[in-house]
């Protein structure tokens, strides 16, 4: 197996050894193509960037980024659109111009124009140089969920009941969470050059068990990415409790 796990002993350890990968690529490549994902998982990363940003003054003046997956319908200004999100938490911490900063448009009045738009704008950048990733509790990446075949660009999803539930903490109520969402598909994110997927807390044991036994199939999304050459896992030890 070509992948690369790092086991941590918590939320904290991971969170900084994928902060140290991001910015060592940034520091290597200072116009580097970030790809990124929202979620409870990645928070700690993007605080520990923003830290790092702060008291050593990495710069991201020339970085471009284009996030995994936005929901349908809310607009940027709404708290729980992925948009918002990325500015609170990431992009207002650090010196990136906002227009090199990309979500896909949950608000576009042609969805399926937005996604090959979001094809197109990705290919234009070059490429994702590093995509980092969470994974659903049901082995979903971005919000490709399970069943969709590998083979899928960016395109339009119906969440599926779990994820709504999952996500759900983050709306007033239940029925709030939106339907539909626009997500990367699997053969975006796994044309990435490198990928890190970071797993935390009991609730992902069950997916990452399934991960990394290594069976190939699109039941579990995320294990495509064994499908690619350069993938480092970084899990702790309660994501791993069921290896
Ligand atoms: C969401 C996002 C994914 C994210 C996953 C895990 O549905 N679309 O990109 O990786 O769920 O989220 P969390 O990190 O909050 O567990």
Do not use: W
Request: charged share 25%; net charge negative.
């Amino acid at each position: 197996m070509a992948m690369k796990l790092l086991k941590v002993a918590d939320y904290a350890e991971m969170s900084r050894q994928a902060a140290d990968i991001i910015i060592k690529q940034v520091k290597e490549k200072p116009n580097a193509v970030l790809g990124l994902a929202t979620g409870s998982t990645v928070l700690g990363v993007y605080r520990e960037l923003a830290a790092d940003h702060r008291q050593h003054g990495t710069s991201y003046r020339l970085v471009r980024t284009v996030n995994l997956d936005e929901y349908v319908g809310l607009d940027p200004d709404h708290p729980n659109s992925y948009r918002y999100y990325m500015n609170q938490h990431l992009f207002a911490q650090l010196d990136i111009p906002l227009h090199e900063t990309h979500v896909p448009d949950g608000l576009a009045a042609d969805l399926d124009e937005e996604c090959r738009r979001y094809e197109r704008l990705i290919d234009e950048l070059g490429g994702i140089d590093l995509q980092l990733l969470g994974i659903g509790r049901n082995g979903h990446i971005g919000f490709n969920e399970p069943g969709t075949p590998f083979s899928t660009a960016t395109h339009v999803v119906e969440l599926t009941e779990l994820t709504r539930e999952a996500n759900a903490r983050f709306f007033p109520s239940l029925d709030d969470v939106p339907r539909y969402a626009i997500t990367m598909g699997i053969a975006t994110i796994l044309r990435s050059r490198r990928i890190v997927l970071l797993a935390s807390g009991e609730e992902k044991a069950d997916a990452m068990a399934r991960l990394l036994e290594g069976v190939v199939t699109p039941d579990l999304p995320a294990s495509a990415l064994h499908l690619h050459p350069d993938v480092t896992i970084i899990a702790d030890c309660e994501a791993l409790s069921l290896i």
